[in-house]
């Protein structure tokens, strides 16, 4: 059968493309190479992809119907995982409607062209970002909580797709999984994310800014173990015709200043630390309940931020830098 990836140049999009294509199924990728960060990493995940004889990748805006729908319909796409999305929680307030135009009307392309094409199930990104900032449980965040107080537009705009996707299931029958991710980092990540900025400055002698004065915890998750859990949600029997959310986390928060001395440790060198107050959108800390996940696919991440941090740092050294330079 054949898998259509949005998003497939992205971090989490190439990864995912891979391992689908790795065991065998058809893949046809979508990106639009936008230069939202440095283009020559998602230039570098493609051609990493096009190894794979049975993976095809297509140039092309998510939010043109036109070309989601010809793709889903010229090429049979039985299944879809739509992870292309514009990212980012501070870079909503500065240009909210490329938010508008990527994840809203993305998202209503990509629900459009699945509909009519009779696909069989839609496995989408949201974030953990819709819950907005509030006391955590000791067991984390659930899927049965309220989350209509977001605090950025990146986060309005997720709440907003898991919406849509409700009236689609509810109007016409589609079968749909709504993945909320928590923090998720590894080789090949974005170059925005704090772990990733923090590596190149760091081993640059550079300061690092530490916003929320060095008092934020966000749950960070391995890209591998992000991987499972959706591959797995893609193979599970949800049921026909629903629409489910689902956490995908670590369920083990870091704080921000534990996540930096694990760098240091790492790259053998201190940061120098420049503390900064709380940035607007921001949220103080993130911590996923996963239990909802595990029941349906046995989804239980393995990596430790310690070995993921390594690991990541091993990436940078050997190749990162090299396609960054």
């Not at 998003?7 to 990864?15: D, E, I, K, L, T």
């Amino acid at each position: 059968m054949t898998v259509l990836v949005t998003g497939a140049a992205g971090f989490v999009g190439m990864h995912v493309a891979e391992r689908l294509a790795a065991r065998g199924e058809t893949v046809i990728g979508l990106d639009d190479f936008n230069a939202y960060y440095d283009p020559r990493l998602k230039a570098a995940r493609a051609d990493r992809l096009a190894q794979w004889s049975n993976l095809t990748m297509v140039r092309g805006d998510i939010a043109d119907p036109g070309v989601v729908a010809d793709l889903v319909r010229l090429h049979k796409v039985d299944r879809v995982v739509h992870l292309a999305a514009q990212a980012g929680v501070r870079y909503s307030i500065e240009a909210p409607f490329t938010y508008e135009r990527s994840n809203l009307a993305g998202h209503l392309a990509v629900l459009e062209a699945c509909r009519h094409a009779d696909v069989s199930k839609l496995v989408y990104a949201s974030s953990s970002s819709v819950y907005g900032d509030r006391m955590i449980g000791s067991q984390g965040f659930r899927e049965d909580e309220r989350a209509v107080e977001p605090v950025s537009l990146y986060a309005a705009t997720k709440r907003s797709c898991e919406l849509m996707s409700h009236c689609y299931s509810s109007l016409y029958g589609l079968t749909q999984a709504g993945l909320r991710f928590f923090t998720v980092y590894g080789p090949w990540g974005r170059p925005d994310m704090a772990y990733f900025s923090f590596t190149r400055k760091i081993e640059a002698g550079e300061p690092i800014e530490v916003f929320g004065e060095g008092r934020m915890a966000r749950d960070l998750t391995y890209i591998d173990d992000i991987v499972d859990g959706v591959v797995g949600v893609l193979d599970s029997d949800v049921a026909a015709g629903t629409h489910e959310v689902y956490n995908i986390g670590d369920s083990s928060p870091v704080g921000l200043m534990d996540m930096i001395g694990s760098l240091e440790r790492v790259i053998g060198r201190e940061a120098i630390k420049v503390m900064r107050p709380m940035q607007p959108g921001d949220v103080t800390s993130t911590f996923a309940d996963i239990s909802k996940l595990n029941a349906l696919t046995g989804y239980a991440p393995k990596v430790s931020f310690d070995e993921g941090a390594a690991r990541f740092v091993e990436w940078w050294r050997s190749q990162g830098r090299a396609i960054l330079a």
